[in-house]
């Protein structure tokens, strides 16, 4: 004690440490390059990244969060499978043991919803997408899949389907996307193509599908009998199970009157092949000489659908 210090140069220590980036973007299965900066990195150097609430590295690197990566020459290489922010980083400075960046976060923006979505044709509607990191500047485009067998595929240098690429409307919290949808034709399972912000292209989900819908007939006439069960089968594209269906009569102005039992109610789709063949059956209770269909894809508002038409005639 009391001593003054010495140097002693023959004893000497490594500083190890990362002073870049502090935030990282990337998009889920798109290979992305990251370079840090600091002291000590080496091409032995490892790095994964953890979920936020991570308070330590267990030093095995979830492949959903990207996996365990080599740095060679400052950088490398993620492609986490999965979507989320605020993931932090752990590094590995050569056989030092792993250390944990709190305040070196990632997100990581993927599209993780709905599996199934529907646009009616002529119909102005708001389409809603939900995942991680949606930005209002952000654009989209639903494109044709390639189907082999079981195994669809996703060409996003496709022209979008509708003929123009589509700007997110509005976000909220980063998790939900509203886009405003009309398109003049009907489709049967496009595929979405995100352009998320900061990408330089678009990124392919061939699980996020949209269905163009409308009802093509039957063209002829229903004839129904007052009274008893009538079959229908309507055709068309986007039928489902579940969707509802009634009739107005050709006085009526629109879908908004609602259903009327006379004409035998609100009916559902009980069956529904490949969503182009829709069965349905309706009880008419009373006599009309033209009535009109509404038609309500998966909860959607009704549409009125004047060249499929009833005719109910009285029991003889």
């Not at 500083?15 to 900066?37: C, H, M, Q, W």
């Not at 008419?284 to 009833?310: H, I, K, N, W």
């Amino acid at each position: 004690a009391g001593e003054p210090p010495v140097l002693l140069a023959s004893i000497t220590g490594d500083v190890y440490g990362l002073t870049k980036p502090t935030f990282s973007r990337l998009v889920a299965r798109v290979p992305t390059v990251i370079t840090f900066d600091g002291r000590g990195i080496s091409d032995s150097d490892l790095a994964y990244w953890v979920e936020p609430d991570a308070v330590a590295c267990g030093g095995i690197g979830s492949a959903a969060l990207g996996g365990v990566q080599m740095v060679q020459d400052f950088q490398a290489s993620f492609a986490p499978l999965t979507g989320g922010v605020g993931r932090k980083l752990c590094y590995k400075f050569g056989d030092e043991p792993y250390a944990l960046y709190d305040a070196f976060t990632a997100d990581v923006l993927s599209v993780t919803g709905p599996a199934f979505s529907i646009a009616v044709v002529d119909v102005k509607r708001t389409v809603e997408l939900t995942g991680f990191g949606l930005n209002e500047t952000d654009t989209l485009k639903w494109v044709p899949l390639s189907i082999n067998g079981s195994v669809a595929s996703i060409d996003c240098s496709q022209i979008p389907f509708g003929g123009s690429e589509l700007p997110v409307d509005s976000v909220v919290n980063g998790t939900q996307a509203s886009v405003s949808v009309d398109f003049s034709t009907a489709a049967d399972g496009l595929g979405l193509c995100y352009k998320h912000v900061g990408a330089d292209s678009f990124s392919g989900y061939t699980g996020r599908r949209l269905w163009v819908a409308e009802i093509t007939g039957p063209t002829a006439t229903v004839n129904a009998v007052a009274g008893l069960a009538q079959r229908v089968t309507f055709t068309g594209v986007g039928l489902r199970r579940g969707d509802e269906a009634f009739w107005i009569s050709n006085d009526a102005a629109s879908c908004d009157v609602g259903a009327s039992e006379d004409l035998g109610g609100m009916f559902l789709i009980t069956n529904a092949a490949v969503n182009t063949l829709g069965a349905a059956t309706f009880t008419p209770q009373a006599t009309s000489e033209g009535a009109r269909l509404c038609y309500a894809f998966q909860g959607q508002p009704p549409v009125l659908y004047d060249t499929v038409m009833l005719r109910v005639i009285g029991v003889t």
